[in-house]
């Protein structure tokens, strides 16, 4: 009786997705239940997938107009389902969907919602227990739900996705979505989509360049260092706020929170802001020409020095690792 | 142009906005924790607006009223009389009036209802959070306030716009943004990109003792989840420093001992 909400993008099930599957199969395991996934506008590749993340029931909703449209809608659709599944954890990942539609459910459900979660729930009778980040990454703290009903959200990249040989009974939505109720008209999309990139929120890798870059013309040695590693890339407030960079690179306490693998800082101060959004991340490298800047105190790995000279030898070295690899 | 506007007031000027805002620590704040780890310690912590909801969601209410869009701009706070103080720096940036319903957070679900039950009785047809407290990160509130309203939610606004009734948004999607219209009534959580920072003038500040701050109980006490304990996140105990001169090395650090690359 776990229901857990995913997504495709880009032609494949969203790397979030197929953690808060694993991470409702996990649940399921624990609490001795079953598991479902709620897949829209899937394929079969893309089911299959699902299953061998540990989907043992797949519900299919088909709609193309569901996604980017209204909240709403979505949440009436995940609402219809979970009422006909009996869910009692209801799991969505905390991305920019599950933002929007988990609470929404939690206020319909009476169900108690605890967003972003980052470790496995302690379950006991009735009571469950989960830790989230909070004051941005500065602490954690043990959340406790009772309602008889349960939303968790989890925090991307908070567990590496395990695929096995699982696979999945699919089954078609067989509720009612009416598209004719919504008051909100899209008018104009625009994507984020620079070459591919894999979206900052999701992106294991991440090369992040600040104030200490002098000007958005020498940004061609950080897209390059990114490009090399297949990161994406992200900035500092002031190179978003000086229109150096799209806004959407922006991450720290008021930009995007993000937590890959690899974060590399080049020529960012590292003001308490900015490690708001980036102190999750596993490794973190400083490239730095001041020895005092704050951000070596918040790294694992500190090169002191001219990012000017840096950047262009630390290329040419991840070329020379990555023609060993081969 | 000038007379269309002016009939656009004529016509809407009784279009209220509603702004939750919540009371956070100092972003400079170090956090700490007492009662045996289960209380938020205070003590000597600065406590200002939550910055999305001052600098995007109030600040464009603020704009909207100024460009005659809206007739009046109130703010919200769910939260004991410590928040009080907070809540006056928001009349000092301009906001008509405000209301604290009396009693503690953090539970979303229990400051959503109040405040869906309070814009539902007053008639608000604009309510604009911030997208998530830089305290709770739960950016859940507004999503749940549009729940038990009923309105749709427009998420992550970067932009807003309103011609009469019909707002023009831009937001955050997966993957990009878009534009969307919806007419009023709905909720929507800001995000940076929809006003400016405001330093609040000599008028602002003196006029803030004197605008009217309502304190209203709690309706129920209904809340779903609770913080049975906190810790404080394991800092970074060691920077190895590498010589830029053989960059190699860190090459090989990171696919050897960070397991990174
Ligand atoms: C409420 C609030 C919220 C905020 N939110 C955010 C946020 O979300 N994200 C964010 O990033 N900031 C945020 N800030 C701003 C933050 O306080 C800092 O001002 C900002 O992070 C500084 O950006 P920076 O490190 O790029 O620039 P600077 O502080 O100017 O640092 C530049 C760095 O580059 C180094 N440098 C210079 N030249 C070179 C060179 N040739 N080679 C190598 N290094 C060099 C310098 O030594 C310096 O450390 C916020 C501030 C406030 C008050
Ligand atoms: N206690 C509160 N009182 C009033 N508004 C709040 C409160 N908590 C959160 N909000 C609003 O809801 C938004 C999202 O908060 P959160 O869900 O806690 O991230 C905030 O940016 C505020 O606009």
Redesign the pocket.
Known sequence: MILVYTEINKGKVKKASLEAINYGAKIAELTNSSITAIAINADAAQLEEMGKAGAKKIVTVNNESLIGLDSMLLSSTVEQIAKAEGSKIIVFSFDITGKAVAPRLSARLKAGLVAGAVDYPTINGNSLEVSKNVFSGKATAVYSINSDVKIISLLPNSFPVKLGENTATIVDFSGNINLSSTRIVVKEKKSNDVGGMIPLPEAELVVS??????GPENWGMIEELANQLRATTA?????ADMHWRPHHE??????VAIRPNLYIA?????????L??VNGSKTIVV????KD???FKSADYGIL????T?VPKLVESIKKFKANQN | MALFSKFANQKFNTMKILVPISNVPD??TKIAFTNGDTEFNNAGVQFIIN?YDEWYALVRALELKEAGKAEKVTVIHVGLADSDATIRKAFALGVDDGVRIDNEGPDAFFVAEQIALFAKENNYDLIMTGKET?SYNGSSVGSMIAGFMDLPLISLATKFDLEGNKATIEHDVDGGTQVVECDLPLVVSCAKGMAEQRIPNMKGIMGARTKPLTVVAATGNEKLSNIKSYTLSAGRTTCKMIDENNIDELVHLLHTEAKVI
Not at chain 1, 209 to 214: F, H, L, V, W
Not at chain 1, 287 to 290: E, P, Y
Not at chain 1, 305 to 308: I, L, P, V
């Open positions: 360049a600040g104030r200490g870059m002098k900035c500092s407030r002031p190179v922006h991450v720290g306490q008021t930009g080049i020529g960012i101060s590292g003001a308490i802001q900015h708001a959004g490239i730095n020409s001041d800047a704050p951000f020095g001219d990012a000017f840096i | 972003t400079t910055p830089i």
